[in-house]
């Protein structure tokens, strides 16, 4: 259990690192909030991770929550890009 | 015992969902394909850790909470991604050259013809309503 728990880590790091890598390069703006969106999924599947490995449930309510603050984020931000010229 | 093969499969499957949409966003040209990728560890990989998380702790009374965090993910994500995808398809944030059907083209243009007071107002509620034709 313990290994698949590093394992599981592992594979998340890499995918973090690959999702900031375009959220620092990203040509537009709307590249950077999807990347940025796609950390926040990382994130909350590293919680998912620590409560199976600590066998604790202390981190429902930010699941939820990080969930909410990736919608409010994405949505706000998507609504105020406009073309300028 | 097998509980715990389930788990693993779970949680390094769901893992691997947040790898492809890692390698995705780097790899893919545009804006468009990048959401394609970016949606999968936000619902399938939710779905996936979600599931592990059931299994791992083999309680019924967990089950609506969890039920309730994907269902609220799940009614969250079309819409941020309808926005996004929106205002990328406006500042024109794709290559319509590898774009195989635009059906919202059609659609566009026969709006700008059909307004009476011409494309310029169009052009006005457009950005001021952030609705209107598209």
Redesign the interface.
């Given at each position: 259990?313990t290994t698949?728990?590093y394992?599981?880590?592992g594979?998340?790091a890499?995918?973090?690192?690959?999702?900031l890598?375009?959220a620092v390069r990203g040509?537009?703006i709307?590249?950077r909030?999807?990347?940025l969106?796609?950390v926040l999924?990382?994130v909350?599947?590293g919680l998912?991770?620590n409560?199976?490995a600590g066998?604790h449930?202390d981190n429902?309510v930010l699941?939820?929550t990080i969930?909410?603050i990736?919608?409010i984020g994405?949505?706000t931000v998507?609504?105020f890009?406009?073309?300028r010229k | 015992m097998v509980n715990?093969v389930i788990?693993?499969v779970l949680?390094?499957g769901?893992?691997?969902m947040?790898?492809a949409?890692?390698?995705g966003?780097?790899r893919f040209p545009d804006?468009l394909s990048?959401?394609h990728a970016?949606t999968k560890?936000?619902v399938l990989?939710?779905l996936l850790?979600?599931l592990?998380?059931a299994v791992?702790?083999e309680s019924w009374p967990?089950v609506p909470?969890l039920v309730?965090?994907w269902i609220?993910?799940l009614l969250?994500?079309p819409?941020?991604a309808h926005?996004?995808g929106?205002?990328?398809y406006?500042?024109?944030?794709l290559r319509r050259d590898l774009l195989t059907l635009d059906e919202l083209d059609d659609v566009v243009a026969r709006a700008a013809e059909g307004d009476p007071a011409g494309p310029d107002r169009t052009e006005a509620t457009r950005?001021e309503a952030?609705g209107g034709t598209a």
């Open positions: 259990m698949v728990v394992v599981a880590g594979i998340l890499i995918a973090v690192l690959l999702a890598y375009r040509p537009s709307l590249d909030v999807l990347a969106d796609v999924a990382v909350g599947a998912v991770l409560m199976v066998r449930l429902l699941l939820v969930s909410l990736g919608f994405s949505v998507a609504r890009v406009t073309d | 715990d788990v693993s949680l390094v769901g893992a691997l947040s790898l949409a890692g390698i966003l780097v804006l990048r959401m970016a560890p936000q990989g939710l850790f979600l592990a998380l791992e702790f967990l909470v309730l965090c609220f993910q969250t994500s819409v941020s926005m996004v929106r205002a990328g406006r500042t024109r944030h950005r952030g």
